[in-house]
């Protein structure tokens, strides 16, 4: 039987390359490299202005306090994801009165994050996968731009979910849970 890439005779022991998908390494590789086609095709759209907002990994903790969330914060790190992904419709959150103030809740969904980021950095974690420390937090902020590239809106979401690989699309997808204290819009500084 003729095999469909060299048109060789093949059998089972064949050494051809026209089998490039026979095994997990190759097909990752191959992977990888239409990841980076779908990345630059990302980027289009953040150059012709279709993503007017900056998503951050941001890594925060609470000084002088042994849990999360207490007291003044100070931030640790903060991860531009890069090409912009893209946030989906924010009218699916919901604005409820609160004692203190007006409050958004709900959900959304991140999308068309590259490949090229592993799941331990889209959880915080970094590279290495090294435990999230007592006392720190790691959320999404989605900083809203306006047409001079100032921020207007800086948005706090906590992971929903784990992220997912779609393969089909090279894409990473997350849910993304909205979360209460945003930063100060003109500065970044920790409320």
């Not at 097909?27 to 490299?33: E, I, P, Y």
């Not at 289009?44 to 002088?64: F, M």
């Not at 007291?71 to 640790?76: F, H, K, L």
């Not at 921020?151 to 992220?163: N, Y």
């Amino acid at each position: 039987m003729a095999c469909g890439g060299c048109a060789q005779r093949c059998g089972s022991g064949c050494a051809c390359d026209c089998h490039l998908f026979t095994s997990p390494e190759r097909a990752g590789a191959a992977g990888a490299r239409l990841s980076r086609l779908w990345d630059r095709a990302r980027d289009l759209k953040v150059r012709a202005g279709l993503r007017p907002y900056s998503v951050t990994i941001v890594r925060a903790r609470s000084a002088g306090m042994r849990q999360r969330g207490g007291g003044p914060t100070e931030i640790v790190g903060e991860w531009c994801i890069l090409p912009v992904p893209k946030v989906s419709d924010l009218t699916a959150l919901t604005e409820i009165v609160a004692p203190d103030q007006l409050r958004e809740v709900g959900s959304i969904v991140l999308s068309e994050i590259s490949l090229s980021y592993s799941e331990m950095v889209l959880l915080g974690r970094g590279e290495a996968g090294e435990p999230i420390a007592r006392g720190e937090t790691v959320y999404y902020e989605i900083a809203h731009l306006d047409g001079a590239g100032r921020v207007t809106v800086r948005r706090r979401f906590l992971a929903g979910s784990a992220p997912y690989a779609r393969a089909e699309t090279a894409e990473w997808v997350i849910n993304l849970v909205r979360a209460p204290w945003d930063r100060d819009a003109a500065d970044g500084t920790p409320r």
